[in-house]
């Protein structure tokens, strides 16, 4: 079962920190390449960050240097950790897990991050 599952939203003051996770259950978790997006009131779904198969991560420029995506592939288990958090991170965040490859693109129902004072 692909189907990830998205955790560890919430609320969250500005300078905050929080980490997201997503879990799935394929057979073989590390063949899959996860991405994690964002989609806030109004606006289009925004690709945030994303880790290869191979390990091989990027970010959106927005991010970086305070967001940091890591996998665990014996837990089968997608991490996003989000430091220095400001209010333009608020939004509901989507775990994809995909390889077209294998014909496989499943993405999850998301979790909300709100970042107020």
């Known amino acids: 079962q692909v189907q990830p599952v998205e955790s560890g939203g919430g609320s969250v003051q500005p300078g905050g920190s929080l980490r997201l996770s997503c879990a799935a259950q394929?057979?073989?978790?590390?063949?899959?390449?996860i991405d994690w997006h964002r989609q806030a009131p109004g606006n289009q779904r925004e690709l945030v960050a994303t880790i290869t198969n191979g390990g091989r991560t990027n970010y959106a420029d927005s991010v970086k240097g305070r967001f940091t995506i890591s996998r665990d592939d014996r837990k089968k288990m997608v991490y996003l950790q989000m430091n220095s958090l400001n209010p333009e991170d608020t939004a509901v965040y989507y775990c994809?897990?995909?390889?077209?490859?294998?014909?496989?693109?499943?993405w999850g129902e998301g979790t909300l991050v709100t970042v107020s004072s």
């Open positions: 394929p057979r073989v978790f590390g063949i899959y390449h």
């Open positions: 994809r897990v995909y390889n077209l490859r294998y014909d496989v693109d499943a």
